[in-house]
Each structure stands twice: as C-alpha cells, then as structure tokens.
C-alpha cells in the first residue's frame, strides 16, 4: 500500500536553503549507528531527494544485504526495506510519520532536535517469518530556513511485543502519542467538503455541478487530497483521512 505522497510532497517541496554543509559528519553518524547497534541506518536528503543507507547485522537477518556495505540511492524511500515490513505496519508507520512532521513543525525550532519518532514493526526476515524490529525516525538537521533537511531511519531487532507509536523527547523522556496531535489542517476546507462528497460516491462531474465550479478545478482538488493524504486512490483517502479525523 503506497500511502507516501503527500509526506513526500511535504518534505521535497520545502522552501530550502542552499547548502547544508557537513555532509561527511552526517554519514559518518548513519554509518556508525549501523556499525555498532547492527543497525540499518538511512540518511534521508529532502532536498536532493537521496538516501544514503549503512547496513549492520539485521540487514543479513532480513537478506537484504551484507553487514558493513552501504549505497547510496535516489530517493527519500527505501523501497526494499519497506518491502519487508508488514503491509499493515507500513500503513501506520507512513501515517505516524506525517503526524510527527506536522508536529515538529509546530515546536519551537530550537526544540525540534529533541523529538523522534519511535515504533515496532513487523518485518519479514530471509526466512519469510515476521519478526519485531524497533524504528526510529529523527529529523537530523534543519536548514537556515528553517526547513527539515535531514532524516535519520535506524531499524533495530527488538524483543519488545509493543506495537504503540511514540513520540518522544530525548532530552525530558516526555512522550506523546502522535495520534493526539490534531493534523485539522492537512486538508483546507474545501478539499475537506470534495472528499465527503467522494466519500458519497459522487463523480467529478457531479461534485462540479453541485459546488459551482469547473471538473478541471475539481480534478485538480482530487489530486491535491491524494498527494497530502499519501494515497493512490479516493477509497483510499477517504479511509487515511477517517483515521486522521479529518472528515
């Protein structure tokens, strides 16, 4: 289940600064965490659309790769470790995943490095047997704009049978479950209005004729509604913005 658009959208199409600098140092860190937790380890570039990933030992556990190897790839989406989580598990992990973007968004800049995101997936090992992996997700540096440049990704096995998403602050121990933060203002309102009228079965040509507006311009709203909500299809964005309480 695809449902990465519209964070991809968020994170891709920041107003960027231009160089970040210390490039080296930022490897440096995703390598280390791979060499000495066993770790795989993705340094995500939002601004070049690029990931960078640092294989420890779990890598060999799931076969996708040899420990200590590395490679770099262009895209923010590590599709063939995504293709070992469970279905389920990918769905909610991209969900939390933009709720923890609009929350660290919303945070004082000088704060935002204190804040990951931390959940339990179930991944598909070389065996084809699901086992428990912990993931954590940090925003690793933000740009003079203010923008978030860099993710970390680390997966860790786990022997935690927790399931919960968390956001946590690592200088306070606070938590927050990312499901109490409000995203109302994912969708505008009117994009909110099409949606519960896609919801009712509606076509574009209908929803044109009862809002007063052209299907050009409809289409154009359907299209937004699927990019911010991360979903391919309307069913399946009527189902991610019930879950985000949005209509």
Known sequence: MNINNELEDKLLKQPFAEELGRDADYRLTAARYAQIENAIAVLSDMKTNTSYICLGGLAERLGIGCKGSSQDIGSIWEED??????????????LEELRF?????SVPSEVRQDYYLHSHLRMKNA???????LHRMFYL?????G????ALCLYNLSRSDASEHLIINSLTGETI???????????????????RMIERGLMSKEIAAELF??????????QNILMKLQATNSVEACRIAKSLNLI
């Open 147 to 150: 923008c978030a440049r860099l």
């Open 177 to 195: 479950a990312p499901e109490t933060y409000s995203c109302e203002h994912l969708l505008s309102s009117r994009e909110c209005e099409i949606l």
């Open 101 to 105: 973007y609009h929350f660290v968004m």
């Open 81 to 94: 470790i995504f293709g070992c989580i469970h279905p389920d598990d990918l769905e909610a992990k991209h």
């Open 127 to 133: 065996e084809g047997q699901y086992i428990k992996v």
């Open 213 to 222: 507006i052209s299907v050009n311009t409809v289409n154009r709203h359907r």
């Open 141 to 145: 540096a933000y740009d003079a704009n």
